[in-house]
């Protein structure tokens, strides 16, 4: 069982760069694929990045993507996000999300991740 545990958000101008972190506690985290999505007001939960359970392969929305760079640290049982130019749209509660088993591939669906955490408020002003 993986618990998981969201920090870094917080309200920053457009332009500027926030930094998250997902803390996760468990015995098998390294062998699991982690991704972050993102829940807007009014809107559903969509898929932000992924990446897997070694590193090596990652992914993004196209929204994101060459802004954001999903990263782990599987010493410190930590994944991150980091966010650069940041926009209004990225405005969202930021939820970080294991899948269920061991060396299963990252994937864009919420309904394949079953461990999540509390979530990270993310405002981005203009």
């Known amino acids: 069982q993986v618990q998981l545990v969201e920090s870094g958000g917080g309200l920053v101008q457009a332009g500027g760069s926030l930094r998250l972190s997902c803390a996760a506690s468990?015995?098998?985290?390294?062998?699991?694929?982690m991704a972050w999505f993102r829940q807007a007001p009014g809107k559903e939960r969509e898929f932000v990045s992924a990446?897997?359970?070694?590193?090596?392969?990652?992914s993004y929305a196209d929204s994101v993507k060459g802004r954001f760079t999903i990263s782990r640290d599987n010493a410190k049982n930590t994944v991150y996000l980091q966010m650069n130019s940041l926009k209004p749209e990225d405005t969202a509660v930021y939820y970080c999300?294991?899948?269920?088993?061991?060396?299963?591939?990252?994937?864009?669906?919420?309904?394949?991740?079953?461990?999540w955490g509390q979530g990270t408020q993310v405002t981005v002003s203009s």
């Open positions: 468990g015995r098998t985290f390294s062998r699991k694929s």
């Open positions: 990446i897997s359970w070694g590193g090596v392969s990652t």
């Open positions: 999300a294991a899948r269920t088993g061991a060396y299963e591939p990252p994937s864009p669906y919420p309904d394949d991740y079953n461990y």
